[in-house]
């Protein structure tokens, strides 16, 4: 195909364009006629109105008898009347109200006789204990206009009007077609160099999610005539399609050209990141969507560029989309020549909503997942300097972010089972954790980005842990240190120990592959320290640069046998099944801003620290001491 | 049965006590495995690990070469190093990187030679341009807690981390057993007495959006064995059962009798209204609750003591509901020995979210469809005044609220047409109308509680229509007059006009039986004033005192032959094919208050009036007469 140039126009210009492009092709909601009882959440495509009155016949309000109120006319405590059995008709609550009766007296209020009469002391008014007819709804009365929600009552409503079926907006079907040589379906044990093909799921959720329908087609291999036969297929299958992958400039990318071949290509390439390569095509009617192969990539291309045309499909108007005002935690640059869109973690701390920018990696799942929000910089701006409010469109309710505890700092795995154990034990406490190392943790505290810090520093001048530092770096107090668990830290070593790694000298042997903690974590101060002591120059040790952020990490690069060495806890090596050489315990403990300290989420973390639950995970984990978890440490 | 007495137990001690009955019996979340892709939207039941890490294999970040780094060290610009075929690979990115490679050198950096040896001018770092494996998630890792809801991004993430199945939390199913002799299932041709049976339909909307599946039942006639062989089932079937109808104190009112029978009764009788006679019952583990007939009283119960038990069933913590702060308009008084539910119907107006009190009738299934919130008055207090502000339990959002025009006056069916009109011109915008009459319409503008006003008062002085009656009640100003149609009123008469109805004395007919309008609209005063000049004594007609509140409703009454003769406009006696014999043309206009007329919506409201569409319409009615409807009015 040959590398093309890409263009870089303006997203708001594109959506506005591509919305206007197909529309004037004839893309349009369709519409469908279903039975009422399926059609709660749907949207009317016309105006409802009642065939029949509800009730629909007159009905009477009380047990009693049916009279002509004329019959009653002048009755009265002195001067009772007395009805003839051709006068009366018994009727019970809800029974129609006989031809030529017009009011309804109540049974208490009669007197029988014995020769099958009955006295009334008082005149009844016409009408009177009867439900009319069209009390609740009158036939021929609007119950529900166009393109409004069908609710479970108006269903109630639309049944009792005599309606039992109605036209509604057809969910658009979008088409999504996964394409690439080394794509695979999801698998448990896929080969070297295969990738799960997991974008269609998530974008199959999406657009569900948007009240559309979705068909997943198998995934194309990376030739011009399979791709373009398999979107002509879905074309005319579907009301939208997403091509996947394939939309960048590169060598074997086709999906411009295909959609060019079938139809026409508004634009390819637009001032966005991540989305850049997006593509805006269309088969007469039919939008063509071109995707960028990362998740985080296609996730914001279907979110700007494919969501305003199932709303129009939807007849749904431009929602005002959830948004909050958010201190940004750290600055942000941003190119001049796209409009950015920045995943940030957010929480309440000290009452007050923190935005944190997370990784920019547009290959990275996992980083989306712990997003609370998108934070969108124009283009034209350079971005936001750190401390600035910025305003931020939520990914999840203020509610659960006000309920959610922040915990940053040092890495360990218990931090996800106190996580999980926290929301068991109250289902409306949330826990979020960010991997910055201790010292990472103890910053974000002092800017008031955390309720909750993991920490395990070495003062390496008196061996304690965490002490000097909170009093170093809190000189006036304000925060409580908490005891969590003591950790066997040690050198992580593959499986059989193949190298026969004995001592920390062993790591400066011919062909040992070091892999190390990030800087600031305090896992790398104990291994820059305990390199120190050993008379080790840390220059020489092979891989001491490949910095990792979790002790997961690291130990899973040593399973995969591409490093042979790394320092860490025994859980992780444990999980991985590594050989463990014990070096030190450490104490890991939580440092908790007094500010934070009375809210029901410390409190309840607290609780969970000190339950037995938790003190039995963690002895399964393996590699911990317990020594009061929960319990405040003095500082002073 | 018998006539038993109802307790009046307090409404949240009733909550309280009856999911702690039903717990102690092992009523409990269910769980179910589904594969990941069948997820979205559902709960977690367990942790999610990862089983592989993602990547799961070093991959090639560039085209370019794979080396082991070592052999690179040294390189520089002006002391290149050569590498031979058996020290490099070529890689693209996304390819594995071979075994013995740990470095990857961008194609760009490489001098190819013509040996097929390559020159490099900069050393490499060990893993540089490689995703390392688990750089997205490593395995192990924990993905998702458990009680987390999975949402699109988790998927993706849990497909990359190898899990291709997961336990979630079962979906509770929820059987529905309409009961009652009289009740029909929905059809449009109802007999007199048949009762559509609708309740089920509105139940199980509800259920399933709150996330449970719904089971309905045939329905069973009041007969002691037939219900209980049903109940059995349906408790056998389901993991909660509702019983629909039978549950007051009444004759046929079997429902508490079976429960007793089969399994217990905690409470029959709550002290909360509507829904008094509801029945907390179960059979072991399986809730059964009982629910009124009416369906105001159904839904108020549902939503009250069945929602909690379906949310222990879906791991739902006790979730804020959404309320506001509302000035109520009317002033509701209640009873001190229940806690009740009122509806309101509600709109932004000048800033201000208002609150009107609806009927409070529990059969009335419409008013329930105009209600915007739920008011609650506490057990023990008597109701509050007008003007006080009290919290609601939103029904809609309080951005629909926002974008919601109110419109309260005189009835016209044109109301609805203009409504649907509206929201079609510009889908964010809502009209919700109250028919109170011209006078209600007035006041209903001087307390604040509208944007708009139908009105259509004569002035028997003058002549005129509205204007003097602006003078009045606004001496100070600050409304606006805007045309909006001429309207035929007249005297809607049975079809083929059988008693020959030729003028308002023959009102006064032996036989002829008059329906009427309501005290304050227009078309009464208009009535009152005709009969006046044409001296007859409303005394002397039969019906003058039956009120109804729009012309659709009197027209129905004469249409279902229970009246004569009605004064009404000319579109509704034509929708109900009614003879019309025509009194006068009158002008029906829009009163605005200056706060609010240059809102988008009032602005949206007076160019839909303006359309050709609209006048369209409004002439396909029939009885109209159109002159600038839109245009201001002068009114001094």
Not at 12 to 26: D, H, M, P, S, T
Not at 95 to 121: F, K, Q, Y
Request: charged content about 20%; some cysteine; hydrophobic content about 40%.
């Amino acid at each position: 195909m040959g590398f093309e140039y890409l263009t870089n126009v303006p997203l708001e210009q594109a959506k506005r364009e591509y919305l206007a492009l197909v529309k004037k092709n004839g893309f349009a909601a369709k519409t469908e006629r279903i039975p009422v009882q399926q059609a709660f959440g749907r949207r009317t495509a016309t105006a409802i109105y009642a065939c029949i009155s509800a009730p629909h016949y007159a009905a009477s309000a009380m047990d009693g008898i049916a009279v002509n109120a004329k019959d009653s006319f002048g009755a009265t405590e002195t001067t009772p009347i007395t009805l003839t059995e051709a006068q009366f008709t018994v009727v019970d609550t809800g029974d129609p109200i006989p031809e030529g009766r017009d009011a309804v007296i109540m049974v208490e209020e009669l007197v029988s006789n014995e020769d099958d009469t009955i006295t009334i002391h008082d005149a009844a008014t016409p009408w009177q204990h009867i439900r009319q007819i069209g009390e609740d709804i009158c036939a021929g009365e609007m119950i529900l206009a166009s393109g409004m929600d069908v609710t479970p009552v108006a269903i109630g409503a639309m049944i009792a009007g005599g309606v039992l079926e109605i036209e509604v907006i057809k969910k658009p079907v979008i088409g999504i077609i996964p394409t690439g040589d080394e794509i695979v379906p999801p698998c448990a044990n896929p080969k070297p160099g295969d990738i799960l093909e997991f974008n269609s799921s998530i974008f199959s959720a999406m657009v569900t999610g948007w009240g559309a329908e979705a068909v997943t087609y198998p995934i194309v291999p990376d030739q011009f005539d399979r791709i373009k036969t398999m979107v002509e297929r879905a074309c005319n299958e579907c009301d939208l399609v997403i091509l996947n992958a394939g939309s960048s400039a590169g060598r074997e990318d086709f999906s411009a050209g295909v959609i060019r071949e079938i139809g026409q290509v508004l634009y390819h390439g637009i001032a966005m990141k991540p989305g850049k390569p997006a593509i805006l095509g269309c088969r007469g009617a039919t939008p063509i969507l071109g995707v960028p192969g990362y998740p985080v990539s296609g996730i914001i291309v279907i979110e700007e560029l494919l969501r305003p045309l199932v709303e129009h499909c939807l007849w749904i108007g431009s929602n005002e989309v959830p948004c909050a005002d958010a201190v940004l935690t750290r600055s942000i640059v941003s190119g001049f020549k796209y409009q950015e869109f920045v995943r940030v973690r957010m929480g309440y701390v000290n009452d007050q909503l923190m935005a944190s920018p997370l990784s920019r990696g547009s290959g990275v799942v996992s980083s989306f997942m712990k997003a609370d929000g998108i934070l969108e910089i124009a283009q034209g701006t350079e971005g936001y300097e750190a401390g600035s409010s910025v305003r931020v469109r939520l990914l999840t309710t203020e509610e659960k972010l006000r309920n959610t505890l922040v915990v940053i700092g040092s890495h360990d795995p218990l931090l996800d089972e106190l996580a999980e154990m926290i929301h068991r034990d109250n289902s409306n406490i949330y826990m979020s954790s960010a991997h910055v190392g201790s010292m990472g943790g103890i910053m974000a505290i002092r800017r008031g980005e955390a309720h909750v810090a993991g920490c395990h520093l070495l003062d390496t001048g008196t061996g304690e842990y965490n002490l000097s530092f909170i009093k170093k770096y809190f000189p006036k107090g304000g925060v409580r240190l908490i005891r969590c668990v003591g950790r066997q830290q040690g050198l992580m070593l593959q499986k059989g120990n193949p190298l026969k790694i004995q001592c920390f000298a062993d790591l400066t042997k011919e062909g040992v592959r070091y892999v190390n903690r990030q800087k600031g974590s305090g896992t790398r101060i104990l291994m820059d320290y305990l390199c120190g002591k050993n008379g080790i120059d840390t220059r020489g040790l092979y891989g001491y640069d490949r910095e990792e952020l979790t002790h997961t990490s690291v130990a899973a690069q040593i399973a995969s046998t591409s490093a042979d060495a790394g320092m860490g806890i025994y859980s992780a090596a444990q999980n991985y099944g590594l050989d463990f050489l014990p070096v030190c315990v450490e104490e890991y403990d939580l440092i908790i801003p007094d500010t934070a300290f009375e809210t029901a989420m410390v409190q309840q973390m607290l609780a969970t620290l000190k339950s037995e639950a938790f003190q039995q995970k963690i002895r399964s984990m393996g590699g911990y001491t317990i020594d009061c978890p929960g319990e405040m440490i003095e500082v002073q």
